[in-house]
């Protein structure tokens, strides 16, 4: 009788590592995409010697995040086109990062307006590929949210950059991440909140308005209001969502409503 050396790897195991494979295999187009932006990103303007390699460095430090994460993507065994286009969205955001700390002019302010447009319209591909595909899966629900969160931090950066708003903006980017945080000590902010149109819409104006503040064509102080604006509305929002969460604490999820 045939019997499976101990030394074999699980069957999980090998599911995991195929999965592994094939982000790598995604990651490689990226990280060449993101070396051909970068030098035209250079051409437009006089950035710092080192600004070709700092998006390389983001993304590869973003992609071992990815890759620490895959497990709950399982049973798939294929990175899918949807966890691509998020993939690809990542990238980008890596560029826009690389110019925060960098002395950017109106040509470079236009070319990161187009970067990150294209960063926020490309979420629109993610989700109906993923369930055409059916490879939709907790990681690439939680993927395309964490980029999300990613792409408002890194705009909201940009923006206190630009001097288009005061640092206070950029707690518009950090807003998420203290909500996670704020789970570890109270864990009942941790559960699963009801779909909600009114969360995908506050986080498109969100996007939509700080990608505008960035425009050369956007003085003080009409982009600093639109920046306030934008936050109060995020902030609300979050409200929103913990007054929820807040009256369900004590609440089986599977009788929340």
């Known amino acids: 009788m045939l019997t499976r050396s101990s030394h ?17 295999r995604e990651a490689l187009p990226c990280f060449l995409l993101l070396a051909v932006l970068a030098a035209l990103l250079g051409r437009l303007g006089e950035l710092g010697p080192w ?15 990815v890759l ?8 798939n065994t ?6 691509r286009v998020t993939l690809a969205r990542l ?19 236009w070319g990161c307006i187009v970067v990150a447009t294209s960063a926020a319209l490309l979420d629109a591909l993610d989700g109906p590929l993923a369930r055409r595909g059916g490879l939709a899966s907790d990681f ?17 950066l940009l923006v206190v950059h630009f001097g288009k708003a005061g640092a206070w903006i950029v707690a518009a980017g950090l807003m998420r ?10 864990p009942w902010l941790a ?7 009114r969360r995908k819409t506050v986080c498109v104006v969100q996007i939509t308005s700080l990608i505008v503040c960035l425009g050369p064509v956007i003085a003080l102080p009409w982009s600093r209001a639109l920046a306030a604006a934008s936050l109060a509305l995020l902030a609300a929002s979050f409200a929103i969502d913990i007054a929820w969460l807040l009256r369900h604490r004590d609440i089986p999820p599977e009788t929340a409503t």
């Open 8 to 24: 074999a790897p699980a069957p999980g195991a090998a599911r995991l590592a195929a999965l592994r494979r094939d982000a790598w």
């Open 51 to 65: 600004f070709q390699l700092k998006p390389l460095a983001v993304f590869a430090a973003a992609f071992s995040l």
């Open 68 to 75: 620490a994460g895959l497990a709950a993507h399982a049973p």
């Open 78 to 83: 294929r990175f899918g086109a949807a966890n």
């Open 91 to 109: 990238a980008l955001i890596a560029l826009l990062a690389a110019l925060i700390g960098e002395p950017v002019d109106d040509a470079v302010a």
């Open 140 to 156: 690439g629900a939680r993927f395309d949210m964490e980029t999300d969160a990613l792409l408002v931090l890194v705009l909201s």
């Open 177 to 186: 991440y203290v909500f996670v945080l704020a789970a570890q000590p109270w």
């Open 191 to 197: 559960r699963a909140l009801p779909s909600s149109g």
